[in-house]
């Protein structure tokens, strides 16, 4: 019995010791909608992804007012008018990677990840495809994929309906590296 338990201290201890949480070095994500008037895109560099390698859970904060757009108003409206950013500040993901994933092997892995995505006050279910590549200590992750806005009750006025997309595609790309307390 005494073998069995130090067996098993000895396996979990093992375990959590390469068990890591890693953290963005950098991150962008982005945004594109096209429509008939004009195509809108806007970039946010002050995001925040963290992704622990012993669970597989991933999860990303965004700061709505992070993103930048090339004209001013079109930030004004995007903050005030559609993302109501006030009064919804942050657009969270939290999920989990569904394949195994060698993490001290260097090399690319296509992925899925599912979770929930909260944006404008609504939580909603969504997987998404992505690929995750490992180079030594850094994790690349990479994904694109398309948001709907009535699926967040996002309103777009009617005067306006032309210059928004129904669909929106989102960029991420993230370096993430280990967590080191200080």
């Given at each position: 019995m005494k073998?069995?338990?130090?067996?098993l201290?000895?396996?979990v201890?093992?375990?959590?010791?390469?068990?890591?949480?890693?953290?963005?070095?950098?991150?962008?994500v982005?945004?594109?909608?096209?429509?008939?008037?004009?195509n809108?895109?806007?970039?946010?560099?002050?995001?925040?992804p963290?992704?622990?390698?012993?669970?597989?859970?991933?999860?990303?904060?965004?700061v709505?007012?992070a993103?930048?757009f090339?004209?001013?108003?079109?930030?004004?409206?995007?903050?005030?008018?559609?993302?109501?950013?006030?009064?919804?500040?942050?657009?969270?993901?939290?999920?989990?990677?569904?394949?195994?994933?060698?993490?001290?092997?260097?090399?690319e892995?296509?992925?899925?990840?599912?979770g929930?995505?909260?944006?404008?006050?609504?939580?909603?279910?969504?997987?998404?495809?992505g690929?995750?590549?490992?180079?030594?200590?850094?994790?690349?992750i990479?994904t694109?994929?398309?948001?709907?806005?009535?699926?967040?009750?996002?309103?777009?006025?009617?005067?306006?309906?032309?210059?928004?997309?129904?669909?929106v595609?989102?960029?991420?790309h993230?370096?993430?590296?280990p967590?080191?307390?200080?």
């Amino acid at each position: 019995m005494k073998k069995l338990v130090l067996s098993l201290t000895t396996l979990v201890f093992s375990t959590s010791m390469f068990a890591q949480i890693f953290m963005a070095k950098t991150c962008e994500v982005s945004f594109f909608s096209a429509s008939p008037l004009e195509n809108i895109e806007a970039l946010n560099k002050a995001a925040k992804p963290l992704l622990n390698t012993a669970t597989n859970d991933v999860q990303i904060k965004i700061v709505n007012t992070a993103f930048i757009f090339e004209k001013p108003l079109m930030q004004e409206h995007f903050n005030e008018n559609y993302m109501e950013s006030e009064k919804f500040p942050n657009t969270v993901f939290k999920g989990k990677i569904n394949e195994k994933i060698d993490w001290k092997k260097d090399g690319e892995n296509k992925v899925t990840v599912t979770g929930k995505l909260s944006m404008h006050g609504v939580e909603k279910d969504i997987t998404i495809d992505g690929v995750v590549t490992i180079k030594g200590e850094e994790i690349t992750i990479t994904t694109k994929f398309k948001v709907k806005v009535e699926d967040y009750k996002i309103k777009v006025p009617s005067l306006y309906i032309q210059n928004i997309a129904e669909i929106v595609d989102v960029k991420l790309h993230a370096v993430l590296a280990p967590f080191k307390k200080n």
